[in-house]
């Protein structure tokens, strides 16, 4: 088992940043990638970032390229989250998950809430 644990949500005016952390209780032979995910109430789960855990390569949805930041401490297994310019779009709850090499996201955390009121 791998437990996940998110941090740094919280209330941000448009325009503010956050910077979100998840801390992984160990990391797996399997574990290729991290990723972010948010859910806004009433909308489907959507995929926000990704980034893989040796080669550090990164990938962004359309709608936060150029404004959020994914970085790794693998010495921490701890993956983070940068947000700056935040819009009110943005408000949702943000998960955190492990992806295996199989490319299956086989962990999650709770979710940290992030709200960026206008």
């Known amino acids: ?39 806004a109430p009433g909308k489907e789960r959507e995929f926000v970032a990704r980034i893989l855990w040796s080669a550090g390569n990164t990938y962004y949805a359309d709608s936060v390229k150029g404004r959020f930041t994914i970085s790794r401490d693998n010495s921490k297994n701890t993956v983070f989250l940068q947000m700056k310019s935040l819009k009110p779009e943005d408000t949702a709850l943000y998960y955190c998950a492990t992806q295996t090499t199989t490319l299956k996201y086989d962990y999650w955390g709770q979710g940290t809430q992030v709200t960026v009121s206008s």
């Open 1 to 39: 088992q791998v437990q996940l644990v998110e941090s740094g949500g919280g209330l941000v005016q448009a325009g503010g940043s956050l910077r979100l952390s998840c801390a992984a209780s160990r990391r797996t032979f399997s574990n290729y990638a991290m990723a972010w995910f948010r859910q």
